[in-house]
């Protein structure tokens, strides 16, 4: 809640916020009782995936080794950094050059912020100077072409490794449970439970919960 005021020639500004709670830690967030932090809950999306009778083989097994691994959120750090040149015409048809690894999907994101048909979007990806999956998602090419829009020039917006690290893609954190069975002759199964949080500009991470096991 805001409320304004005048006070002589002052405007005062009062400010009522609610405390809500924080989570910062997945497998807290995933816990029934969790507060929601999204409407429907904070699980985005569940996948599973199985090959023969898990639990029958473990039963099978002389040894049976339960472990937890986490791994840290990681920077690609392409030796170039996230950069794009974009020059929205007087025919209002507009050219984006980004050393991108999704040039058709680009367009239809610019087609989509902008109110643009395809044909009026013409996408340049020149030579990459590194990426590993960092430049699969739009981040600076919608600012270069507002800019170049209001300015009616060329723009090129280019990040510093700083902001390359704070404003795009990162791999996710995870935290990953191994369940691993062996026998004294044939090995035996494996079964695995991947956790991984989504941040808000982390924005391919299709679930925070993903389930595999195999056995054999």
């Known amino acids: 809640e805001i409320s304004e005021c005048l006070v002589g020639s002052e405007m005062c500004i009062r400010d009522r916020y609610e405390a809500l ?12 009782e969790a507060w929601p932090i999204h409407e429907g809950g904070n699980i985005v999306g569940t996948s599973r995936a199985e090959a023969g009778n898990v ?3 473990f039963q099978e097994c002389d040894y049976v080794f339960e472990d937890r691994y986490t791994t840290q959120a990681i920077h690609h750090a392409a030796i170039e950094p996230h ?55 739009v981040t600076v090419e919608p600012v270069a072409a507002v800019l170049s829009q209001m ?8 990040y510093n490794r700083k902001e390359s690290i704070l404003s795009t893609r990162v791999r996710h ?16 199964p494996g079964q695995l439970r991947f956790h991984f949080p989504q941040a808000p500009r982390q924005s391919q991470a299709k679930g925070l919960l993903k389930e595999g096991a195999g056995a054999h």
């Open 21 to 32: 709670p924080v989570i910062t830690d997945v497998e807290e967030a995933i816990k029934p």
């Open 55 to 57: 639990d029958e083989a």
């Open 83 to 137: 950069v794009a040149i974009a020059d929205f015409a007087p025919n209002g048809k507009l050219t984006v050059y980004s050393p991108c690894q999704n040039t058709f999907a680009f367009r239809v994101i610019m087609s989509r912020i902008f109110g643009l048909s395809y044909n009026r979007i013409r996408m340049v990806a020149p030579a990459i100077g590194g990426a590993f999956g960092g430049k699969l998602e």
């Open 151 to 158: 300015t009616g020039k060329p723009v090129k917006v280019e």
């Open 173 to 188: 954190a995870s935290v990953n449970y191994v369940k691993t069975g062996l026998d004294e002759e044939h090995g035996g």
